[in-house]
């Protein structure tokens, strides 16, 4: 029972572009949604969330939507450097714990 | 602060054999989570505590895996006997009562069993 898929494994994009990942969840009772970035031998670090009550927060080149109706959320990448390439991890939180996405590995060729 | 320390890095050990993994979460933080990262399952929960006490172990696999935080800084995750199945990256994170939704992670555990 997968309550938050991203169906892409792998995204390439060019530096300078957009990067953009998706994610979709099941669970309506998610109330908060969070982006993890890892890279190898590390473990994943907070990167950006928002809460179910928001449909866009920013931090700088980083920007999550969320779309409550069609349970998904994204985040963009503007504009994307070689050093954003690492494995994304999509996660929705109820209460104290986080329901965690497969992951997508992100490459940004320089 | 030096983060969420975990130990051994790497460990490589045979089937039937016990394996201990060690995790000391940041000072001050009051939530301590134990997670499995496998390539079939990807990143999952297994037991989580409050202030030293087990809140939610509804992830944990079997009876042959156990945790205990007997203090504030320092958690163990045991697996008693080990199985090839058990092969994981095992991470550790911890955060604040408020703030449970950003997790702060140790660099993980890469555990073989053979």
């Known amino acids: 029972d997968q309550q938050v898929k991203q169906n892409s494994p792998s995204l390439s994009v060019q530096e300078g572009r957009i990067s953009i990942l998706n994610c979709d969840y099941t669970?309506?009772?998610?109330?908060?949604f969070l982006w993890y970035k890892k890279y190898p031998a590390e473990g994943p670090t907070f990167l950006i969330s928002?809460?179910?009550?928001?449909d866009k927060n920013e931090d700088g080149r980083f920007t999550v939507f969320l779309n409550k109706s069609a349970k998904h959320l994204s985040l963009h990448i503007v504009p994307s450097q070689p050093g954003d390439s690492a494995v994304y991890f999509c996660?929705?939180?109820?209460?104290?714990?986080?329901?965690f996405g497969a992951g997508t590995i992100l490459r940004v060729k320089s | 602060d030096a983060g969420v320390i975990q130990s051994p890095r790497h460990e490589v050990t045979e089937m039937g054999q016990e394996v201990t993994l060690r995790c000391k979460p940041i000072?001050?933080?009051?939530?301590l989570f134990w997670y499995r990262q496998t390539m079939m399952r990807g990143l999952e929960l297994l037991i989580y505590?409050?202030?030293?006490?087990?809140?939610?172990d509804s992830g944990m696999p079997e009876d042959r895996f156990s945790a205990k935080m007997p203090n504030a800084s320092f958690s163990t995750l045991k697996i008693q006997p080990s199985e090839p199945r058990d092969s994981a990256v095992y991470f550790c994170?911890?955060?604040?009562?408020?703030?449970?939704?950003?997790?702060?992670f140790g660099p993980g555990t890469r555990l073989t069993v053979l």
């Open positions: 505590f409050n202030n030293n006490v087990p809140i939610d």
């Open positions: 669970n309506s009772m998610f109330d908060y």
């Open positions: 994170a911890s955060s604040l009562w408020d703030r449970t939704d950003t997790q702060y």
């Open positions: 928002i809460s179910s009550i928001k």
């Open positions: 000072s001050g933080h009051d939530y």
């Open positions: 996660a929705a939180s109820r209460g104290h714990k986080l329901v």
